[in-house]
């Protein structure tokens, strides 16, 4: 234990200086059983910049603008620009939310389900293609929905993803049937129609053989 | 009615946030924390194996402590982890935020370092009250795990005492009444202004005060020991950064936070604390005025403050927005927007300091033996950098202040003002200033 005369404390340390004050300590004893072990701050937790992420978003936006620029001057009559700046940021949303996060199933498959439905449908009113909603977009959604299944019967965690699962094809029959109602394409309609249909069968099965694990996954994250 | 919903079996429990836990995932950061941590001394070196040990069998004990933090669609909550749990060597910056990938996703963390324990909870885990009836539970499983012979003694839960769903009960909606009382206006204070520390980390000074001697001033002051450290830490707050600056805002407001389980009972381990706040204008400030004269009007302030009547109404209030049904409907990624916007305005920046007394610490005579000293302490944020935590233990008080910038002028302020009459003090330091 050693003393401050200036702050007529005694202080609980090895080293020489009061704490408080910042004055030179008497030594009265040398034993001493601190409180606080002093060391050397832990390098490791100091963080550096994430530069390599600054470093990509800055690309990034400037290639946009590249882009941007480059239609306007050289292909006014054709914009392909959103194409290229929906692309780059898809491409972020894949690497950042979907392959470097801890995210759960459900949101890594709900959020590249919602982005592909937006890709389609942004690419066919851009005009350049107009089978993605007729053909694309339903043998897309029939492939999750098999996949969704597939999954849902050979998983162990099957009762921890069915209650997302059923959540993703609710989706995808409600996209379809927009397609159909609101008319966005007038050509072969055919495929969206038993996306409707097997997706509808299919949320009846999760609900029907799920239920338990859908009701309790419902009160859980909804706090019902 | 019980608002926790547990389910067991091929489910794993859950547990819903209580009702004040419910700010602290969205506005926690790296640099607000909201942790706090309770460390014990104690006689001989700390064996880590027998302390995982102590940990997962005062977990069994505890099982709203065995989870995890889980993001639903509408509101975050507490899931069953069963991942293993572990132990970690203290480093020297231990008061910040957990790593809660490093800790298995656990919301509490167990450290040790020589002769030394300490647990670091997150806040929306339990309050402090609740975080040492778990530190204490450890501490005598841990004695029991080395082979010396423990009785709780009626102090302590029982080491082999099952949880019961009171223990895991939202207490806020178990206590709450209806109340009309008028809404208290409560106006921006000061805050602390220093030079911040030039790496992470905080400040921690822990000062080991006779409380014998701390009584004798308090009790001739006419106030409670709380009261008279809220006035002198207010009056310290006042003199380190106020005293003849030109500044236009003097309001210096201290958080005292307070244990409703004394008030409305209950048993739960997890948040029931509601706030008193002592609050001085030192615009106002007379050269006359004394510390004891300030303890006199906190002292005031905190019982108008945690009158019953007041209490029902901050709980009312806190209750009623949570079941609101918009907010109820409000996705969580929306909510957490809301809240941390709300929390910028009506969360910390009203308090310019945070002074958080546990009270005297009983533990069985079986264990005193073997615990030298026990602190508390709380991690500083940018919005509130300098709190302090107090406990009592062994006719001693420790007082912690943590800070996050390098001035120890508050500490000189208060620590000196306690010796010049007469109380004897033992300071022990991290020496975060200096650090190399």
């Known amino acids: ?224 | 009615m019980l608002s926790v919903k547990k389910k067991v079996g091929r489910k794993t429990a859950w547990y819903q946030l209580d009702n004040a836990a419910k700010i602290y995932p969205p506005t926690a950061s790296e640099k607000r924390a909201h942790v706090f941590c309770f460390s014990a001394i104690i006689s001989e070196e700390v064996d880590p194996f027998s302390l995982r040990e102590a940990v997962v069998k005062t977990l069994a004990h505890y099982p709203t402590f065995k989870t995890k933090l889980m993001r639903g669609h509408f509101w975050y909550y507490l899931e069953q982890n069963d991942k293993p749990v572990k132990v970690f060597k203290e480093e020297a910056d231990y008061l910040n935020s957990i790593d809660y990938k490093e800790n298995n996703d656990y919301l509490f963390q167990v450290l040790y370092i020589r002769n030394k324990i300490t647990v670091k909870f997150f806040h929306a885990l339990t309050d402090g009250t609740g975080g040492f009836n778990f530190f204490k539970s450890l501490l005598a499983t841990y004695f029991v795990v080395i082979g010396k012979s423990v009785d709780t003694e009626g102090l302590i839960k029982p080491i082999d005492e099952p949880a019961t769903a009171i223990e895991g009960e939202d207490s806020f909606i178990a206590y709450r009444n209806q109340s009309n009382e008028k809404k208290k206006k409560i106006f921006k204070p000061y805050h602390i202004i220093g030079k911040p520390f030039d790496y992470d980390g905080c400040g921690m000074i822990t000062a080991k005060i006779d409380m014998k001697q701390l009584k004798l001033l308090s009790k001739s002051a006419g106030v409670t020991v709380t009261a008279y450290l809220a006035a002198l830490y207010s009056f310290s707050v006042f003199n380190s950064f106020l005293k003849d600056r030109r500044i236009n805002n003097k309001l210096v407001s201290v958080l005292i936070p307070c244990n409703l389980r004394k008030k409305y009972g209950g048993e739960t381990q997890r948040n029931f604390t509601m706030f008193a706040r002592f609050s001085y204008d030192y615009n106002n400030y007379e050269s006359d005025m004394t510390v004891d004269k300030l303890a006199e009007i906190c002292q005031q302030q905190m019982s108008e403050d945690l009158k019953t009547s007041n209490l029902d109404k901050m709980i009312d209030d806190n209750v009623k927005t949570e079941k609101n049904f918009l907010i109820k409907i409000t996705p969580l990624p929306v909510k957490n927007l809301i809240m941390r916007l709300a929390y910028s305005k009506v969360g910390e920046v009203l308090q310019t300091v945070n002074l958080s007394n546990i009270g005297l610490t009983e533990l069985p005579e079986s264990i005193t033996p073997y615990i030298k000293d026990v602190t508390f302490a709380i991690a500083p944020t940018f919005s509130c950098n300098h709190q302090v935590g107090v406990i009592g233990y062994n006719d001693n008080l420790y007082v912690t202040f943590t800070r996050a910038y390098v001035e120890t002028e508050l500490e000189k302020f208060f620590i000196r003002y306690l010796t010049s009459n007469g109380v004897h003090v033992e300071v022990s330091s991290n020496y975060w200033e200096s650090q190399p």
Not at chain 1, 182 to 195: A, G, H, S
């Open chain 1, 1 to 224: 234990m050693k003393k401050c005369r200036y702050c007529k404390i005694d202080v609980d340390t090895d080293k020489n200086f009061c704490p408080i004050c910042f004055n030179r300590l008497d030594n009265v004893d040398e034993t001493s059983a601190s409180i606080y072990t002093l060391r050397k701050r832990n390098e490791s937790r100091i963080k550096n910049s994430s530069f390599l992420l600054k470093l990509f978003l800055f690309i990034t936006v400037v290639s946009m603008l590249a882009c941007v620029i480059v239609n306007v001057i050289v292909t006014p009559q054709v914009s392909w620009a959103p194409v290229v700046i929906f692309g780059e940021l898809y491409i972020w949303v894949l690497v950042k939310h979907t392959i470097f996060s801890h995210r759960s199933v459900f949101k890594k498959v709900f959020l590249q389900v919602l982005l592909i439905i937006l890709v389609l449908v942004f690419a066919e009113r851009l005009s350049i293609s107009d089978w993605l909603i007729p053909y694309v977009y339903p043998s897309f959604a029939l492939a999750v929905v098999a996949a969704l299944t597939t999954v849902l019967l050979v998983s162990p965690k099957r009762s921890e993803f069915v209650f997302g699962f059923t959540i993703i094809v609710i989706l995808m029959t409600i996209v379809s049937s927009v397609f159909l109602i609101f008319k966005f394409t007038e050509r072969y309609k055919l495929l969206n129609f038993l996306n409707v249909a097997i997706s509808l069968a299919t949320v009846f099965g999760y609900v029907l053989f799920g239920f338990d694990s859908i009701k309790y996954e419902l009160s859980k994250k909804w706090h019902l």
